[in-house]
Structures are given as C-alpha cells and as structure tokens.
C-alpha cells in the first residue's frame, strides 16, 4: 500500500505555456510523456462508491495497472489518499489481488467482484516531470489534458498534480506556491474519478448548503476542536467555490464569504491560546478577500427588490424609475466573470494554500508558550462553556431590552450577531440539540430581521436621486412604514432571546 499525497488544480490549456516556463527553472530528474487509458468499475448500486472507493484498470503502452484507492481526506486541494497497484493482464479487474484488509469489513469482495461493471473511462496525455526541490524532497508535477467520458457524453480534463514522491509535505505547498505566482490555477477537490460519477449519473452539480454546526464530540481537545473548526469551514469555502466555478451562483460565493466569518471568528474565539502573530498575515490576506466579497450584501437585496419587476415596490409611483435605477446600480456590481478571474489569482491561490499549510503544520505550534500548551491540550466543553457565556453576555450587552433600538442600531449590530451565532456553531454539538435549538431561533429571528431591513437600503440611497417631491415624500413614507414594522417585530424577538435561558451549563 501507498498513500498519495497530492495537490490538484484546475487550469486552461493556455496554462501550458505558463507551466513550462516555470518547470524551466526547476531541477528536473526525469521527463516523460505518454498517453493514459483508464476504465473506472463499480456494481449496479455503486457500492465502491457509497464507501468512497475508487477502481479503476489503467493502460499504458502495453502495460494494464489496477489501483483500489480507498478513502482518505482532502483539505484545501491536498488529497491525502491510500492506494493499492497491481500489473494484470488485461482490463477485467481481479479484486483478489488487493490484500483483505484494504476493503471496509461490510463490503462482501465476492459479492462485488461478480458485479463489477465499467462505469465511465478517463483518456488523457500525462505530461510528467520529477521535480527536486532544495530540502530534498521530490516532487512529480503532471499536467493532463483529454477527457472524461460516460454514457456518450464528455467534460474536459485540463489539470495539474502535485504528488510527494519522497520528502516533506511543506515542499508541495513550497511549488504550488511558485507555481501559481501568475494566477491561472484553481485547487481542486474533485477527482477524475468524482467528475465521473458525476457524468455517469448525468448529475447536474451541487446544490448550495447553509454553514452547518461544527463536527464536535465530547472529549475532543480544545486545540483538534479549533482544527475541526477550520477544516469545516475550508471544506464549506472550497465546496461552494466549485458550485460557483460551474454554475456562476451568487449564492454560493455568500457562503464563501459566511466561510470566512467563520474562519475569523475561530482565529478570535482561539486567540487567547494562540497569539495573534502566529496568523498574522492569514488574518491580512482574509480581510482581504472578505473586503472583495462585501458588495455581495447589496447585490442580493436588489435582486430581491428586482423580483417580478420589482413587485415589491407596486404601490410606489416611481415604481419604474426606481426599478432602472436599481439595474444600474446592479449592473455596477462585480460580475461572475470578474469573480471567476479573482478565483483563479495568485493571491487568492496563494491564501488557499497558506490556510491549508498553516492548519496541517499546526503553524502556531511555534508561537505556544507552556500554558498555551497546557490549555490547547485540555477538554473542549469547559473551554466551550466559558466562549459562549462570554458570547451571551456580549448579546444581552448590545440588544439590552431596557433601550429602545433603531434602524442605524440594528445595522451596526449586524456583525456582531452574525459572530455570536458564529460562535454557536462552533460548540453546538457538544449540547442538547432540543435546547440549543431553542436558544438559537429568536437569533436567527432577529439576524433575519436585520437582513430584511437591510434590504431597504438600496432604495433608501436613492431618494435623493429622485426628480419629483412627491415622490420622494411617498418612497420615504413607505420605507419608515416598512421600518416601523420590522423594528416592532424585532424588538419582540429581541425581548423573547434575552429572557430564554442559556442551553449551556
């Protein structure tokens, strides 16, 4: 057995010019090129696939390789995966040449073997080079070009692997990082094998997800629950980077940003173990992009006001006027093409690939003093406590219910609810979900309220650029009359929250 650790990226075929004028500056060991066969296999019920095993028969020359790859984990694009090879005679897969112990105990290997079937096949040319880097360690880069095929139709495949032959971990991000100074790649987390399956099946691509709670179970160390915290997010932020790579959804760049907040809020919540220095300039690079993504609050409530020609402003004269207005306010907004160009920066590759160093190195390990240590080492549900006793506090301090709040206050609020709902997240699992969930909804109410009332903004901007008195006198009236309303409900959800009882101890 072999365990591939590799990083994938997406590139054009452009690309390879770019990638040849880098490799030119590297030591290369070895070259090759050659054209590469592969027949992916599965049973009628795809019972490889429901364990997140991958079969497939590769030809080369006159050379047939069957590999098992079964499931291993993937952060950021770094695919860490156990494989098993075998030479064989021909493209009937054997499945007793793999040992008993690469398959899950509930996997019947007769059974399967029976009902094997070809699913889809992979064609490309593999263009190869190994790679020696200054520490030692090597590297094989490969850039493949050709396509995957199922049921008569195909997708292109335009890649780069880097895979650790010998040496450290730290030397892949080192290449991948000189690799993508000029932009133009995109770290992958879909393989040949799951663009496959997805043809086979004639899916049309994910759907978008709300940030679910954390994955956290009691006993976890405070330190492997901010791991835990930042891999969900990562795996939240590059999942929903795909969905928008496909189908340009303004929705899924939203959860990107919600990705973010969470990373931010980790790197907070976590801060009085770990210093500030120790992310220094992740903190700066994810500012950064959160700073590129802030007009996407605005672009969703135009569109919300745009619906059905603007059906929400019917009873406003200057319904028409309103509705041109907010289309050139839109159409001055970031479009999918300029989204796709900042996906497929230098920078923006550059902070995928340091956030995803700095978590499997532990990168903050150096900047630990002792009780730091000692603190990251011990049980995640007191620590959990303390966090959201302080995040509580902090609500019932800017949502007190003895003052009246307005529409500027709930505004500037905003952020700050969105971190303390963040932050429950974060520990949810560790609590009774019947409670937790009792606790939550007046926020979720309230933050739902901020977002409706926010969604006035866009017209309230325009008022001034209004011709007619009357008209602005009407648009104003009807924005305070949908104010009123929303404050009233809200400061009700607000009193109903402050007075629930904490479903922590």
Not at 480 to 492: F, G, I, P, T, Y
Request: proline fraction near 4%.
């Amino acid at each position: 057995m072999e365990t591939e650790i590799e990083l994938k990226f997406f590139v054009s075929p452009e690309f390879s010019s770019q990638l040849l004028r880098k490799i030119s500056e590297a030591k290369i060991l070895q070259q090759s090129s050659r054209m590469l066969g592969n027949v992916y296999f599965d049973t009628p019920d795809q019972i490889l696939r429901q364990h997140d095993i991958g079969l497939r028969v590769r030809r080369f020359d006159d050379v047939f390789v069957q590999t098992l790859k079964t499931a291993g984990r993937v952060v950021a694009g770094l695919h860490q995966r156990p494989e098993y090879n075998a030479e064989i005679n021909g493209t009937d897969p054997d499945l007793s040449l793999h040992p008993a112990d690469a398959w899950p105990e509930s996997v019947n290997v007769a059974d399967v073997q029976q009902q094997l079937a070809p699913l889809f096949s992979t064609d490309f040319e593999r263009q190869q080079w190994l790679i020696a880097m200054p520490d030692g360690s090597q590297i094989e880069l490969a850039f493949d070009q050709g396509e995957v095929s199922a049921n008569g139709q195909t997708s292109p495949i335009c890649e780069v692997e880097l895979e650790l032959k010998s040496g450290q971990t730290d030397a892949l991000f080192t290449l991948a990082r000189e690799l993508c100074a000029d932009g133009g790649m995109r770290l992958g987390n879909l393989s040949k094998a799951a663009r496959g399956y997805r043809l086979a099946a004639g899916y049309q691509g994910d759907d978008v997800k709300s940030l679910q709670f954390v994955p956290v179970t009691a006993g976890q160390s405070v330190e492997s629950v901010f791991v835990s915290t930042l891999e969900h997010a990562l795996g939240h932020w590059h999942y929903h980077e795909q969905i928008f790579a496909e189908r340009q959804e303004q929705a899924a760049l939203y959860q990107i940003h919600q990705a973010l907040g969470l990373i931010r809020q980790a790197l907070v919540m976590f801060g009085g173990m770990i210093p500030r220095r120790a992310s220094a300039l992740l903190r700066q690079e994810l500012h950064w992009l959160e700073g590129e993504l802030e007009w996407l609050e605005e672009y969703a409530s135009i569109e919300q006001l745009l619906v059905d020609k603007g059906h929400m402003l019917k009873k406003l004269n200057a319904r028409k006027e309103l509705v041109k207005q907010l289309q050139d306010r839109q159409d001055e907004l970031p479009e999918s093409e300029e989204m796709m160009q900042l996906l497929e920066s230098s920078r923006y590759c550059g902070l995928l690939l340091d956030l995803s160093r700095w978590i499997l190195s532990r990168g903050w390990q150096p900047f630990l003093d002792d009780k730091s240590r000692v603190r990251l080492a011990g049980d995640i549900k007191p620590f959990a406590d303390q966090i959201l006793s302080r995040s509580w506090e902090e609500l019932a301090d800017v949502f007190p219910l003895e003052r009246q709040l307005g529409r500027v206050e709930y505004l500037d609020q905003q952020p700050r609810l969105i971190r303390n709902l963040m932050s429950g997240l974060c520990f949810a699992e560790l609590y009774d979900e019947d409670k937790r969930a009792g606790f939550r909804m007046p926020w979720l109410d309230l933050l739902r309220g901020i977002e409706d009332l926010r969604l006035l903004e866009p017209v309230r901007k325009l008022l001034e650029q209004q011709d007619e008195e009357e008209d602005r006198r009407q648009i104003e009236k009807w924005l305070n009359r949908k104010e009123e309303s929303l404050l009233h409900a809200m400061d009700q959800t607000r009193q109903i929250g402050i007075e629930l009882a904490p479903y922590w101890p």
